[in-house]
């Protein structure tokens, strides 16, 4: 009996020791594991508090930058519009004021980078048990609002330039017909000298406009633009050969001045009747890019405002 008792007393103590062990380690593993996503919002409360202020100072920036890239849009368009309907200073005001944004965007955006970047905790090893999953997913989403506003600028400059090209080919086009008309001038006074020398002007604005052409046709489709020039330049000539006729002859009507007047009236009637032709091809310059770029702005502005849009956590989320 004495030794039945002293085993039993041993097994007990053997039993106590192993659940003691297994308790042991428990707890032990227990505290190895870091606080996961949302399991202990308590032990993240703390630098929650203090990120989320961090977070709502830098969406505030965000929503200003919003602002201003909302209005670029609106300048972006005004300045289509405008060239479209050859109003050159318009156009101009608006990509003065579209510069303006896009200076001020630029500066925000570096600011809030910065911010980003000095937010505490986040992108650390501790992150995952200091920060809830709430704080860190929106500073991911506020981090990826910034990064779609980092194309606007040279979205920006790729409609100004556009836009650059619109104008000078419409103030190209201008001087050539002032040119002509100056010359036609000088030919009804019988001035004929004074007139072939004025056409050298709009033969000098038809060659700089089909270099400009030449430039815009990588992005623009220029068949209007071709037979715009093309017949332009045709009644040009004709207007000098009717010139030089009329000056060889000393004002005088033979047969080289009357095949002259000819030509030159076959050249006139195949000239545009109106500047309807004039609009479409400022409309083609716009769709060669500027389109794209004033829908590329907008989309930055879209994905700003959705990234935005999210609720904010509350601190220990």
Same mark, same amino acid.
């Given at each position: !009996?004495?030794?039945?008792?002293?085993?039993?007393?041993?097994?007990?103590?053997?039993?106590?020791?192993?659940?003691?062990?297994?308790?042991?380690?428990?707890?032990?593993?227990? !505290?190895?594991?870091? *606080?996961?996503?949302? +399991?202990?919002p308590w032990l993240t409360a703390k630098d929650d508090v203090v990120v989320t202020a961090q977070?709502?100072?830098?969406?505030?920036?965000?929503?200003?930058?919003?602002?201003?890239?909302?209005? /670029?849009?609106?300048?972006?368009?005004?300045?289509?519009?405008?060239l479209v309907a050859s109003d050159p200073a318009t156009a101009a005001a608006a990509l003065d004021?579209?510069?303006?944004?896009?200076?001020?965007?630029?500066?925000?955006?570096?600011?809030?980078?910065?911010?980003?970047?000095?937010?505490?905790?986040?992108?650390?090893e501790e992150a995952g048990y200091r920060l809830g999953p709430a704080v860190r997913d929106r500073?991911?989403?506020?981090?990826?609002?910034? *990064?779609?506003?980092?194309?606007?600028?040279?979205?920006? /400059?790729?409609? *100004?330039?556009?836009?650059?090209?619109?104008?000078?080919? +419409?103030?190209?086009?201008?001087?050539?017909?002032?040119?002509?008309?100056?010359?036609?001038?000088?030919?009804?006074?019988?001035?004929?000298?004074?007139?072939?020398?004025?056409?050298?002007?709009?033969?000098?604005?038809?060659?700089?406009?089909?270099? /400009?052409?030449? *430039?815009?046709?990588?992005?623009?489709?220029?068949?209007?633009?071709?037979?715009?020039?093309?017949?332009?330049?045709?009644?040009?000539?004709? /207007?000098?050969?009717?010139?030089?006729?009329?000056?060889?002859?000393?004002?005088?009507?033979?047969?080289?001045?009357?095949?002259? !007047?000819?030509?030159?009236?076959?050249?006139?009637?195949?000239?545009?009747?109106?500047?309807?032709?004039?609009?479409?091809? !400022?409309?083609?310059?716009?769709?060669?890019?500027?389109?794209?770029?004033?829908?590329?702005?907008?989309?930055?502005?879209?994905?700003?405002?959705?990234?935005?849009?999210?609720?904010?956590?509350?601190?220990?989320?």
């Open positions: !009996m004495p030794q039945i008792r002293q085993f039993l007393l041993a097994l007990a103590w053997l039993v106590a020791v192993i659940l003691i062990a297994l308790g042991a380690a428990g707890l032990v593993a227990g !505290m190895d594991v870091p *606080a996961t996503a949302g +399991s202990r977070l709502d100072a830098i969406a505030a920036d965000l929503e200003v930058v919003a602002d201003r890239l909302d209005a /670029l849009g609106i300048q972006g368009r005004g300045a289509l519009s405008a004021e579209g510069d303006r944004l896009v200076s001020e965007i630029g500066s925000r955006a570096a600011k809030i980078a910065t911010a980003l970047e000095d937010v505490p905790v986040v992108g650390t500073h991911a989403r506020l981090a990826a609002a910034l *990064a779609s506003t980092r194309g606007v600028e040279a979205s920006w /400059l790729q409609l *100004a330039s556009g836009s650059a090209a619109a104008t000078r080919l +419409s103030n190209l086009l201008a001087d050539h017909d002032e040119a002509v008309l100056a010359a036609a001038e000088q030919g009804r006074d019988a001035e004929y000298e004074a007139a072939l020398t004025i056409l050298d002007d709009a033969d000098t604005a038809i060659a700089d406009a089909r270099r /400009l052409r030449n *430039a815009l046709a990588r992005t623009v489709e220029v068949v209007t633009l071709d037979e715009w020039l093309d017949r332009s330049a045709r009644y040009d000539a004709a /207007l000098r050969d009717l010139y030089a006729a009329l000056d060889d002859s000393g004002g005088r009507i033979n047969n080289a001045v009357r095949q002259a !007047m000819t030509e030159e009236r076959k050249a006139k009637d195949r000239l545009p009747p109106d500047t309807r032709g004039l609009v479409l091809i !400022m409309a083609e310059i716009g769709r060669g890019g500027m389109n794209g770029a004033v829908i590329a702005i907008e989309e930055a502005r879209g994905q700003l405002s959705a990234a935005l849009a999210e609720p904010a956590p509350s601190a220990g989320t």
